[in-house]
């Protein structure tokens, strides 16, 4: 066992007036299976680099580990794979190799064929088999799901949860509970660990945001209580005090020294309001700092004359002479909430290209109604630059709704500003879903569209899904999120 000792760690990148970190300090167990969560752009991918010596900072990182990254880069694809895992992991016998693919649920014959050959997911669990072969190393592993099927999903999650000595960021909640047993969360003011999975975090977080929140409006009703009162107090003491000046209604002198005690006794109970006042506004000053910003938001569907809103029949589709599916049967009608499931390459990306009017071979029935808008979310994002202002205006929406959409999905003002080439992944995805949610449709499609978005934001997509029930058809591999939303599963 060795440790991770973070001190007063405080870093921005160059030219940034955003301070990703400052004065946090913490200290992580090499021996820990720990989830890593927060916000997107919060700094998850940017404390990785920070262990790994690729920026400055100020404050200290104190550990005798080595950190190894993943997902690595691959540049000579066409090598055969068992060269690969051992350009990165040396001294692995082939027999270890071969037992560690085992446990991921790889068949031997993958070492022998050329890399850029394998599946996503193939490459994947290649490539984490040979970073758990290193000795010796503490693991940062990030976001290894993207792109995985839920079936190599649980396999992948069944290979961590026998392995320790990692830190793995993931926004799949099914995936960090089964393998997980401490998490680490960058919230909004603070950085802090916790012993159990995502789901025991969470809960805390919740009863945590409850308490600060019950505590808040008790004592916003003190602050208004105390802020009348010493009004009040103040008005008596003022109107003592201008009665030293008088006589009584008897036509008799006043007793100054009486008065002036009584003004002076009124003072200090208006003082002593007032330092109880000042009190309450600074412990409600320590409240709701890391209470997420969790709004809901609104759509606009269009209803389509029919109900029915397309239907596929025995549909079979080609590349060439290659067939990716055969059969396929469904129907989509309006409200309906449709996850389309598979192994990856079983054709769920085929039947969206065919629906989107993209030039698809294939046989049998496809019926698709006249006239109908189609909201379309890509797993692509290679493409996106520019504005936001821009990107607005190039794509015919709402500039003040799509920036309050991603206001409430944790865009900072300052975000506008940027070009949205430099978001991260996962915020890049919040620009074409909050588009998507601009656009009034009578049918939305999301091809993967949860990649790289962090977990709070997916649960409030999900709260928007099931308050508006917009007709969808999306391919997801988020279990938690596909049994939450969908209302019927199609599988291939």
Known sequence: MSLINVTNLTFSYDGNYDTIFENVSFQIDTDWKLGFTGRNGRGKTTFFNLLLGKYEYTGNISTNVNFEYFPYEVE????????????????????????????????????????????????????????????????????????????????????????????????????????????????????????????????????????????????????????????????????VEKSKKGTTNSGSKIDKGYVGHKSAKMMKRSKSIENRREASIEEKSKLLKNIES?????????????????????????????????DISFSIEQGERISLKGKNGSGKSSIIKLICDENIKYTGTFRKGSGLKISYVSQDTSYLKGNLTNYAFENSIDESLFKAILRKLDFSREQFEKDISSFSGGQKKKVLIAKSLCEKAHLYIWDEPLNFIDVISRM??????????PTLLFVEHDSEFCKNVATKFVEL
């Open 76 to 239: 000579e694809q066409e090598n055969f794979t068992i060269d690969i895992i051992k350009e990165i992991s040396p001294n692995s016998m082939d027999w270890e190799i071969m037992k560690e693919l085992s446990m991921l649920d790889i068949d031997d014959d993958v070492l022998y064929r050329q890399f850029y050959t394998l599946s996503k997911g193939e490459q994947t669990k290649a490539l984490l088999a040979a970073m758990f072969l290193k000795e010796n190393s503490f693991l940062l592993i990030d976001e290894p799901t993207n792109h995985l099927d839920a079936e190599a999903r649980k396999k992948l999650s069944n290979y961590l949860r026998k392995k320790k000595g990692f830190i793995l960021i993931s926004h799949d909640r099914a995936f960090l509970d089964n393998c997980i047993d401490h998490i680490l969360s960058i919230n909004k003011t603070n950085i802090e660990i916790q012993k159990g999975d995502f789901s025991s975090w969470w809960e805390n977080k919740k009863r945590q945001d409850g308490y600060e929140l019950a505590e808040n409006e008790k004592l916003r009703r003190d602050i208004n209580r105390l802020s009348e009162s010493a009004k009040r107090t103040s008005s008596w003491s003022s109107e």
């Open 294 to 326: 969790s709004d809901s938001l609104k759509i606009s569907q269009l209803a389509y004359h029919k109900n029915k809103l397309l239907e596929l029949e025995n549909v079979s589709i080609f590349y060439g002479h290659t067939m990716v599916c055969k």
């Open 460 to 469: 409030q997509i999900e709260e928007l899904l099931l308050e508006y029930s």
